[in-house]
């Protein structure tokens, strides 16, 4: 019971964190629909910060496998680009899509709490680490130039992809995610390492 408890907990709370955001999501309403004792809840997250970390890294999971699956289904790095911008143009097409599930947390959050702004920065190295080995295997094959900086070309393609979803959560104007296709390719010049 006790494991089945958190896992609820952790559940409907990134549903809820994520549907109607941080602020507006209690205690009492994750502890209602998950359908376990307050007690229990403190015992399994001693508090509302701790609950928020530890959905953090459960949309990391999400995104994690939602990415690895366009690298695993790519012929190359070119078809790995155009797959990722169409994924995301079809998440912004889905009624219940409120965007990256971590950027919003971040920016509804008191991100200069030592425990938040750690969480933040271990989950980009996940991600940067996804990528930058992706990347590199794609250099092996010569689909990449060899001078490539992998790790600034998986940060700059992840502020492409962050950026682009802020601008539409604000504007609601889908061209900004659409750009995706023409600004992804670009990066592959502005990630060539300089010649020092």
Not at 30 to 55: G, N, Q, T, W
Not at 122 to 136: H, Q, V
Request: glycine fraction near 6%.
């Amino acid at each position: 019971m006790g494991a089945g408890a958190r896992e609820r907990i952790l559940k409907k709370a990134a549903d809820l964190f994520y549907t109607q955001g941080v602020h507006n999501t209690g205690i009492n309403q994750i502890s209602d629909e998950s359908r376990v004792a307050k007690a229990s809840f403190y015992h399994h997250f001693p508090s509302k910060d701790d609950l928020i970390c530890e959905c953090m890294i459960a949309f990391r999971d999400i995104i994690y496998r939602r990415v690895k699956r366009v690298i695993d289904s790519s012929e190359n790095f070119s078809d790995f680009l155009s797959r990722w911008a169409s994924s995301i143009e079809e998440d912004v097409s889905r009624e219940n899509f409120n965007g990256c599930p971590i950027a919003n947390t971040g920016m509804i959050t008191n991100m200069s709490s030592g425990k938040f702004l750690e969480q933040f920065n271990r989950i980009l190295d996940y991600w940067y680490d996804l990528l930058s080995d992706y990347f590199e295997k794609c250099k092996e094959r010569g689909e990449l130039p060899d001078e490539t900086d992998t790790r600034m070309l998986s940060r700059r393609l992840l502020h492409l992809y962050e950026g682009a979803l802020t601008m539409w959560i604000l504007s609601g104007d889908s061209r900004y995610v659409k750009d995706l296709r023409h600004l992804f390719p670009a990066m592959i010049d502005l990630s060539v390492k300089e010649e020092t």
